[in-house]
């Protein structure tokens, strides 16, 4: 389904209460599940608004709804987040979905890492981060809505990984090294504190970085409540560190400065080795989304070339994971 | 036998060819040139070191299941990962961190030698 620029004036229109008119709509990025437009609101003699517009086109994510709110209640808490406008609802005709301010500034990770008027931003990055992650973990979760947990399992980090050994099942593709992985963690599981909401995509990629640092956390679709210490493993994960390896913190930071970040936000010292442990729980992840998504291509869901040589990167991740485990 | 040009100068020219006329091109189809060139070069590497690599897998899964060198790969590999799950190699972890480093590491020189 498009998304037409006089239905969308409509529906800005209705739900904001203003006369403006809808500019310069343009699709951002498409998953097969949900889409992000961008667009200005021109209301009056006014400067243009940017906003963002997504839309949910399989209802895979959390919805909407509960999005919205998410992000508006960490919003509250000082996570630099994205304001919600408002939430379509059937009279738009546009889906499900919500729009949102658009926040100036650079995403995509290279580029983070090497743009010289970034430096300044970069080197305060790794602090910065665990003080969001810190602001995020300690959202209250009466205020968060309904979200994925972990019931039935008494530590969030086994619940992941029978999840993985499930896929891999089913994926019928056999991984010794990832399997191997999975046995290292199961017999190394570290203290599970509680349960704080988890941002579940906390990375490099995901964040909206000017000059002054991180202006933005997006792509909260992967929120849950578990175990925090996922959000920092899974920003140091070899796989989100873009080839700078020595930079342990997504390839433009130190542990030491997002630990002590984190500890101002949260009043939380966390044990280095436990965000190492989710580390390589994270990456294994990451691997077997490679697969999946690899699969997705050879079963004909998507067929893409992009998709069938995402499979071949599963190797560079097992490599990445036997540098971790002993 | 077949003849020339060979299945490697073949993908040599399907490599070429994506290079000058498809790379240069905007947005999605020069992106997915891109993509398509890295899996030309994959599959040559492949057909260069495979066999090789292959071999030496062969006799590494057949070391540490106590088998004879296995036929089939897919199924040797399937009694590693489970062996490895159910903790049966548990007290060989040296043996079977030594064996996966070794083909993960011909693995990575086919798929992406980079990380390497």
């Not at chain 1, 992650?133 to 979760?141: E, Y």
């Not at chain 1, 205020?143 to 619940?159: C, N, R």
């Not at chain 1, 097992?318 to 971790?324: F, K, R, Y």
Request: net charge negative.
């Amino acid at each position: 389904m498009a998304v037409d620029e006089a239905t969308l004036a409509d529906a800005v229109r209705r739900h904001l209460d203003v006369a403006g008119r809808v500019e310069g709509l343009r699709r951002l990025t498409g998953g097969a599940s949900n889409e992000t437009w961008s667009f200005r609101l021109v209301d009056g003699d006014g400067q243009p608004e940017p906003l963002i517009l997504r839309i949910d086109r399989r209802g895979t994510w959390l919805g909407p709804t509960t999005e919205a709110r998410l992000l508006e209640a960490a919003g509250r808490h000082q996570v630099p987040v994205p304001r919600v406008r408002f939430v379509l609802d059937e009279d738009d005709g546009l889906g499900a979905g919500y729009v949102m301010s658009h926040v100036e500034g650079e995403t995509i990770p290279q580029r983070i890492l090497r743009d010289e008027s970034l430096a300044d931003a970069r080197a305060a990055m790794a602090r910065q981060a665990g003080r969001i992650a810190g602001r995020i973990h300690t959202v209250p979760l009466e205020e968060v809505g309904e979200l994925p947990g972990v019931d039935g399992h008494a530590h969030p980090a086994q619940a992941q990984i029978d999840q993985q050994r499930e896929l891999l099942d089913a994926y019928g593709e056999p991984h010794p090294v990832l399997e191997l992985a999975l046995r290292w963690a199961e017999e190394r599981l570290p203290a599970f504190e509680g349960a704080t909401l988890v941002h579940g995509d906390f990375r490099n990629g995901n964040f909206v970085v000017g000059p002054d640092g991180i202006r933005a956390v997006l792509d909260w679709e992967l929120a849950h409540i578990g175990d925090p210490l996922e959000d920092l493993g899974w920003l140091c994960a070899p796989s989100w560190r873009f080839r700078r390896l020595d930079h342990p913190v997504g390839g433009f930071g130190h542990y030491d400065d997002l630990l002590a970040g984190y500890a101002e936000t949260s009043g939380r010292e966390v044990d280095p080795e436990a965000v190492r442990f989710w580390e390589v729980l994270g990456n294994v992840r990451w691997g077997v989304i490679c697969i999946i998504q690899a699969f997705t291509h050879l079963q004909g869901q998507h067929r893409s070339v992009e998709l069938a040589a995402i499979g071949r990167r599963v190797a560079e991740v097992e490599h990445q994971v036997l540098a971790m485990i002993d | 036998m077949q003849d020339r040009p060979t299945a490697e100068e073949l993908l040599e020219a399907v490599g070429e060819f994506l290079e000058h006329d498809v790379l240069p091109l905007e947005g999605r189809v020069g992106f997915h040139g891109r993509v398509a060139r890295n899996v030309v070069d994959i599959v040559r590497r492949e057909l260069a070191h495979g066999p090789d690599a292959n071999a030496r897998e062969r006799d590494g899964l057949a070391q540490l299941l106590g088998t004879d060198p296995p036929g089939d790969l897919t199924t040797a590999n399937a009694e590693l990962a489970g062996s490895i799950r159910d903790g049966s190699l548990d007290h060989r972890r040296d043996e079977v961190l030594a064996h996966l480093r070794a083909v993960t590491t011909d693995k990575v020189r086919i798929a992406s030698p980079r990380e390497l």
